[in-house]
């Protein structure tokens, strides 16, 4: 089992920053890639960026590349969601995920365990 936690959420006005971390627990040695979804009103979940936890590759989707970094700390078993830049179309439920079975996963299939989530509100 792996347990994922987030923090870091809040209330930002349109250009602002935060960063979000997403703390693993349990069998973190199982891991092979960690990322982090969003979810808006109204809308489906969808990828926003995603690290391998060994090899600290990343990917990112289109609408938050150059904004977003996606970055781990392996000491602590961390993973942080550095968004800058933000925008009122950030605003979005993020949840991180846990995958066992892919380094860099995209989908939300691919991913084995999720947190609770963190909530981002952008304003105009």
């Known amino acids: 089992q792996v347990q994922l936690v987030e923090s870091g959420g809040g209330l930002v006005q349109a250009g602002g920053s935060l960063r979000l971390s997403c703390a693993a627990s349990?069998?973190?040695?199982?891991?092979?890639?960690v990322g982090w979804f969003r979810q808006g009103p109204g809308k489906e979940r969808e990828f926003a960026a995603a690290i391998s936890w060994s090899g600290g590759n990343t990917y990112y989707t289109g609408s938050v590349k150059g904004r977003f970094t996606i970055s781990r700390d392996n000491a602590k078993n961390t993973i942080y969601l550095q968004m800058n830049s933000l925008k009122p179309e950030d605003t979005a439920v993020y949840y991180c995920g846990a995958s066992l079975r892919r380094t860099l996963a995209t989908t939300r299939v691919d991913y084995d365990y999720w947190g609770q989530g963190t909530q981002v509100t952008v304003s105009s």
């Open positions: 349990g069998r973190t040695f199982s891991i092979a890639a």
